[in-house]
């Protein structure tokens, strides 16, 4: 078999992209409190892809050096979340959340903590609104902060090369500072038929729900 | 009274959810969906939409550029934004356009408290 964006049926991808996209953009929302400006998101991308072409995807108009915040999540469906953004604009990022009036040998200290700071609260705050939406419960793993290509975010040299993964993105940018970055959620093939599962299981209670209480 | 609502999502989940929602809370309004702002802006033009419900993102126009066209026409016209992203520069621009703001995900109480709001608006408006 040869799965590709055809797997998900057209409810199936639109209901993948709202949800992710409540998740984003409450998300976004916190990160818009740590930084004090507003945050600019795009309009979420659903794909099946496999690792290695969506490693390309977050590459594309990016420079090959990325840092990335990740969480693993387990639960009625496992995978893993990510905050990525070009390694060059790390630093600013943290600047824009700890103040200005820091020097730069402070920025750098505190860089990797505040980036796992950030990371946790963002990708927490969006897999929690995912959990709550789809009234599932999910683990999530402690941030840990990976840096590289596209390719070392996304595992494309392990054993898992040349699997197809469901593939979530959003491009965040904040206004009125040179940062932006992707926020991403990578799911492996068994956990996409599980969650197909649970989107039907939702989608059957949004008709359900009206139809029970109708008139 | 029976008013008609805008849906405007370009997620058809969303717009599932929200016609849901009105089954249960104002089963005898009815609801026109379309899926940008393109249409939306057709259908408001041709004067049918007492309320309009908006997504803020949206591929094209976004919810607020839609807001802010559709007040040229109708500056009275009760009108909603419907997102996520609860940025106080969302909801300050929702404001500014004279446009309530409803989060997601939808809650019927939230839905429930703006089209009281929207009803009673369109009451004295026509009086």
Redesign the interface.
Known sequence: MNPNASDLTEIEQDALAEIANMGVSRAASSLRQMVGEQVLLSVPAVRIVTREAASKLVERNNAKKLVAVQQSFEGPFAGKALLIFPEAQSLELVRSIVGDEHSLEDVIDLEQEALAETGNIILNGCLATIANVLHRTMRMSLPSIVRGDGATLFEVDGAASGQFVLFLYIDFNIKSRDVHGFIALLMDLPSIAALKEIVHDFIRGIEQQSSGHAG | MNYKVLVVD?????R??M???F??IR?DWSLIETPNADEALATVSKGAVDIALIDF???GTDGLELIANIRKSYPGMPVAVV???????IIGRARQLDAGFIA??LTDEALEAFLSGAALRLRKGAK
Not at chain 2, 10 to 14: E, F, I, Q, V
Not at chain 2, 83 to 89: C, G, I, M, P, T
């Open positions: 370009d997620s058809k989940l969303a599932m959810v016609a849901s929602a089954r249960r089963p993102n949206m591929p997102s996520a992203n609860v940025q106080d520069e997601k995900p």
